[in-house]
């Protein structure tokens, strides 16, 4: 089959016109990669006015640092706690809130309130919730237990996990009940009454019907979410800073003090394009995976 | 901050109410300056920079801090001089790296800084700072210079013997002691049967624990703790750099400038630390200012070490001042003593110095704001606002007679203070500070969580080595050997 024949001209033309898009997108998208690869070989702190070329000793550097991957591992935690904990509370969310029910309306837009927080300012709320002596989640357990609670949950390693993943899973669940909720209103309802017509059970038809048909959904719920959860930062700030000690640094985390309270300059950079690496290979198996970028 | 918008509210108000006391107090000459004083010879040498309304732009700490600019000094200079003070507030925790992060993009953006003289060697290196000998000598600074408290003066004003700041705040740490409970009959009854020795305020750490024990086992059931103390890390860093080095210990050894903080004194102090803590209020670990001076002022504790604030909060120094009104309202007014803490050597925690910025594109301007803000005259007056947190620098303010009679109890106050300064023990100041800092205050949050003191030193240690190591050995050596030489580095 021939199409219609492009002159040189129409296509310099074509060209002409793409080109500014062009250029912001390498102004914006590869410029700064460019630039972040120059200074990750030399030796910038903003401190001092050394600009050497130091090869790979930044690459280097980050294998011998434990405390990086310590904060990697600590994101990772993050992650394979509070992702399934929020796809799971969200599911079961939308699953209550699928049937039609008085007031429905009403409690979704209360239920989806704390996605609009903005993470900091969820994290310094929590952080007060949880203070030694102000704290209500302290004065409650008072109540129950009778007696005057100065539980320290920023502080103690056994519960300064449970506290910033309590923090982060009230915040996102929503946002995972609410995908959730759409993918679950356009299963085909034909297809639930012919199973429950020849006799499927809940499990087997969640299973066989409804997970297939809101998997591309929840696919992309999963994986917007474990992309935040990567980067997470606010939350675990306002509450620990990171502490006590490292204990609960993330790589956003680490990746900050660095950058911007050492001004560690060309070793951030290193560490920066170390992410870009893990997470694009990540996103590439994740991607084929799920079957939605093809 | 969250006051921040409730503070500008007030802006007005005060600013109406301090500016024609200020202005006769300059017209005056309070202080016991002459007409050819420093203020005067900065005002007059400014007018013609100003001439066309100029606008000095300085970074000044956020919150009650930067009130002082806002309401008094700013108004003040540019009824004056005609050059308008624009105050950028940034919370102390950033100032460092807004300040090099303007610095590094040289817009020009700041003019006059303030500083904390710990980051001096690190600002100064970048070369952010701009030296100031030249124009001291050009604007007869030198002899009002020489009147700063010798502490602050020798040790927080240069670098490499150049001139890089003028001290501007006198921050020292004080023990504050509920005079009301030392003296009661019975409980020093008590205590000399028990200890054999006066219940008064404590002259060591081991008198401190005694004491401290003691007053909680008695005054518990009446909801008073013996004492309570920072313990959150950021606060917790000064307080253990005063105790160590009251202790004994030393940061380095000079020589290989290998880190000797895991030494057993400093052992010694955080298991004392963790171990004191059992008299102290619960939850203890988490406080910082406000926690801590809630527990103090609403007489929940006996004892505590703070900066010098909490003496003027306690004491009800215009408790009405709208500016403080999150200020938990003392109900110890009247029963605060003063005295040096334990060991007698305390803490010149932060504090602030006046500098110009290297990159400023009116540097004389500048200079003459923080001239005159520094001045005799200028200074007697800022460090009396009640809202601005600035503390007494200056022979004079410690004996200036308005602020003798603030309080009842202000004369001990200002004598304390001015002890202090005589014996106080500067903040470690290296290249790179805040990463040595920053391992220590690690490692306090992890003594909070229960960690083994040594190790945690140990591990201390092996930071600081490494950052020395990245630094380079014989750089932070020469750095660190200048600052020890220093009086104020090591108790003598």
């Known amino acids: 089959m021939s199409g219609p024949t492009v002159r040189s001209g129409d296509r310099g033309f074509r060209y002409t016109l793409v080109a500014p898009s062009i250029f912001v997108l390498l102004l914006i998208g590869v410029f700064p990669i460019v630039y972040l690869l120059m200074v990750s070989f030399q030796g910038l702190t903003m401190t001092d006015n050394d600009t050497s070329f130091q090869g790979l000793l930044n690459f280097r550097a980050l294998l011998d640092d434990t405390r990086l991957w310590q904060s990697l591992m600590h994101t990772v935690f993050f992650t394979a706690i509070a992702l399934p904990a929020e796809l799971l509370l969200g599911l079961a969310m939308a699953q209550l809130f699928i049937d039609r029910m008085p007031g429905r309306q009403v409690f979704i837009a209360l239920l989806v309130l704390p996605v609009v927080v903005a993470p900091i300012v969820s994290g310094a709320t929590w952080s007060l919730m949880f203070d030694n002596r102000f704290g209500p989640i302290n004065q409650i357990l008072g109540w129950i237990t009778g007696e005057e609670m100065a539980v320290l949950w920023t502080v103690k390693p056994h519960l300064v996990y449970p506290a910033i993943l309590m923090a982060e899973i009230w915040q996102w669940t929503p946002f995972m009940f609410l995908l959730l909720l759409a993918a679950l209103s356009g299963v085909d309802k034909s297809q639930l009454e012919a199973a429950s017509i020849d006799g499927a059970g809940w499990w087997s038809t969640f299973f066989r019907i409804v997970l297939p048909a809101i998997w591309p959904v929840m696919a992309v719920a999963i994986l917007i979410r474990g992309l935040d959860l990567f980067r997470l930062f606010d939350v675990v700030w306002a509450l620990t800073k990171g502490g006590p000690g490292t204990m609960t640094e993330t790589i956003s985390i680490f990746t900050y003090v660095k950058g911007f309270q050492q001004f560690e300059t060309s070793y951030t950079g290193a560490v920066a394009l170390l992410i870009i690496v893990l997470l694009t290979v990540l996103l590439t198996v994740l991607l084929k995976r799920v079957s939605i970028a093809r | ?492």
């Open chain 2, 1 to 492: 901050m969250s006051d921040v918008s409730s503070l500008r509210r007030m802006a007005a108000a005060v600013r109406f109410a301090l500016l024609p006391i200020a202005a006769t107090g300059m017209l005056l000459g309070s202080g016991g300056a002459s007409a050819a004083s420093a203020a005067q010879t900065a005002v007059d040498a400014a007018k013609p920079l100003c001439a066309g309304g100029k606008t000095i732009t300085i970074v000044w700490e956020a919150g009650l801090q930067s009130l002082d600019p806002q309401n008094f000094s700013g108004p003040m200079w540019e009824k004056l001089t005609g050059c308008k003070v624009k105050v950028v507030e940034v919370p102390a925790s950033e100032m460092f790296t807004k300040i090099m992060q303007e610095y590094r993009a040289g817009t020009g953006a700041y003019d006059a800084l303030n500083v904390v003289p710990a980051w001096m060697p690190d600002l100064v290196q970048a070369g952010a700072l701009e030296p100031l000998d030249a124009l001291v000598d050009k604007y007869k600074y030198r002899a009002e210079l020489k009147n700063i408290a010798p502490t602050y003066r020798d040790n927080q004003m240069t670098v490499n013997g150049k001139i890089y700041g003028f001290p501007d705040d006198g921050d020292v740490f004080v023990m504050y002691y509920r005079k009301d409970i030392f003296a009661d009959a019975a409980l020093k009854k008590a205590f000399k049967a028990q200890f054999k020795y006066d219940l008064a305020p404590p002259k060591t750490w081991k008198q401190f624990d005694e004491i401290g024990a003691f007053l909680t086992e008695k005054l518990k059931a009446k909801g008073t703790y013996g004492a309570s103390m920072f313990r959150e890390a950021g606060y917790g860093n000064f307080l253990f750099q005063e105790r160590f080095r009251n202790e004994g210990g030393r940061f380095f050894d000079g020589n290989t400038m290998k880190a000797t903080i895991n030494s057993p004194v400093g052992v010694k102090v955080f298991e004392g630390w963790r171990a004191e803590n059992r008299f102290m209020p619960p939850g203890v670990e988490k406080f910082g200012f406000v926690e801590n001076l809630a527990t103090f002022v609403k007489g929940e504790s006996a004892m505590t070490i703070s900066w010098p604030p909490y003496g003027r909060f306690a004491a009800g120094y215009l408790a009405n001042e709208k500016a403080l009104d999150w200020v938990p309202k003392t109900t110890i007014a009247g029963k605060v003593g003063y005295a040096l803490p334990p060991g007698g050597h305390p803490q010149l925690a932060m504090g602030f110095a006046l500098s110009v910025a290297s990159t400023s594109k009116q540097k004389e301007a500048a200079y003459l704001f923080i001239q005159w803000l520094n001045s005799e005259e200028i200074s007697n007056q800022r460090v009396k606002l009640p809202y601005a947190l600035r503390d007494p620098f200056r022979n004079s303010h410690f004996t200036n007679p308005e602020y003798l009679k603030l309080w009842p109890d202000a004369k001990n106050y200002l004598a304390t203070l001015q002890a202090g300064s005589k014996t106080g023990l500067l903040d470690l100041s290296l290249i790179q500070t805040d990463k040595y800092e920053e391992a220590l205050r690690q490692g306090i949050s992890r003594l909070w969580a229960g960690e083994d003191a040594k190790k945690i030193l140990d591990d201390i240690a092996k930071e600081w080595d490494t950052v020395t190591q990245k630094v380079g050995v014989d750089k932070q050596k020469a750095v660190y050997n200048a600052w020890a030489a220093k009086g104020g580095a090591y108790p003598k």
